[in-house]
């Protein structure tokens, strides 16, 4: 079987660090073109928009959008308009209705609508939903603390309305519960932290429960120097299970079950190709509900004015 053309839109640090690796790495793929106002990939024939890139290189297949969620329903909408398979980085989109809206353009167009959450395919992930779905959940804890200005320095769109601010990297803990735990679990409260310049917060408290009360807390917090936390701690049955570092590692009692390499992106694209292969989508929305549940529900508090 031929390789699937692939193009990106929005050729960023994500897409140099990531995505490009990813894609070398697995032949269903083919990198055929780009467009992006700035970026380039050495090469790859590149454009500056993607109507340009659609009319000028019609034997495209499939679209990586990897451009600021706010406008990512637009290029969504043209690729898929086109007949093209569209990957979308995460979140899939600034709304919830817009991302409903292309997942039944899919459908129409009879192409694969993909919406990626790559923390889901962390190595020690699918380990921790085995264990969690062996023994009774007594409690969920979830530390997702990170330092803005490492990983987001003088990215304004993070801070506008659409760009989620600290959900933006605590969706990606939340596409882990979501898809880990046994029983769906729903918005009690929520206190979201705005700083006084920005239109997103910089703090979050969650609390949860599911049909059986279990209760899960969250906290997302901006702010955190030294040391990164990236952890889902769960009280069980069976002891305590610790997924760590972003659902690379898992202990249970203190003791370490499972730890392998990263290889998140390199996953996404398998389940790309899968999907394209199968003639579905894969387009779940359940972390993206929980952020808009928090906007819905959640109590604002203003705190002082965040400076790059």
């Given at each position: ?12 640090k ?13 032949p269903?793929?083919k ?8 970026g ?7 454009f500056t ?18 451009m ?5 329903y637009?290029?969504a ?8 398979h569209?990957?979308l980085?995460?979140p ?25 959450w ?7 992930v ?15 804890h ?17 801070w ?15 596409s882990?519960?979501t ?35 279990i ?9 955190q ?20 570092e ?26 790309f190709?899968?999907?394209?292969k ?10 993206l509900?929980?952020v ?13 004015a965040?400076?790059?």
């Amino acid at each position: 079987m031929s390789p699937i053309n692939l193009a990106i839109v929005g050729v960023g640090k994500i897409v140099r660090d990531q995505h490009l690796p990813s894609i070398a790495k697995n032949p269903d793929f083919k990198l055929i073109a780009t467009a992006s106002r700035h970026g380039t990939v050495d090469g790859i024939q590149s454009f500056t928009s993607i109507e340009a890139m659609l009319d000028a290189v019609p034997e495209i297949d499939a679209v990586s959008l990897c451009m600021p969620p706010q406008y990512r329903y637009e290029a969504a909408h043209k690729a898929l308009s086109a007949g093209k398979h569209v990957f979308l980085e995460k979140p899939p989109g600034a709304t919830l209705s817009e991302v409903a809206d292309l997942e039944a353009l899919a459908a129409e167009k009879g192409v694969s609508l993909f919406a990626s959450w790559h923390s889901r395919y962390a190595a020690a992930v699918e380990a921790a939903k085995a264990f969690l779905a062996s023994t009774k959940i007594e409690s969920v804890h979830v530390i997702w603390k990170e330092d803005v200005r490492h990983w987001h320095p003088n990215q304004d769109w993070i801070w506008q309305a659409g760009g989620l601010g600290v959900f933006d990297p605590g969706i990606n803990a939340l596409s882990i519960v979501t898809h880990i735990l046994p029983k769906a679990i729903f918005l009690t409260s929520a206190t979201l932290e705005f700083p006084e310049n920005r239109d997103a917060p910089i703090a979050a408290d969650m609390h949860f429960k599911n049909a059986d009360d279990i209760p899960v807390h969250g906290e997302f917090d901006w702010r955190q120097t030294g040391k990164q936390s990236w952890d889902i701690i769960a009280e069980t049955a069976a002891g305590k299970m610790e997924l760590a570092e972003g659902g690379s590692k898992l202990s249970v009692n203190g003791e370490l079950k499972f730890s392998a390499p990263e290889e998140e992106y390199p996953a996404l694209y398998r389940r790309f190709a899968e999907i394209i292969k199968a003639g579905k989508s894969d387009v779940d929305l359940a972390p993206l509900r929980h952020v808009a549940d928090a906007f819905m529900l959640g109590k604002r508090k203003f705190v002082e004015a965040f400076h790059d």
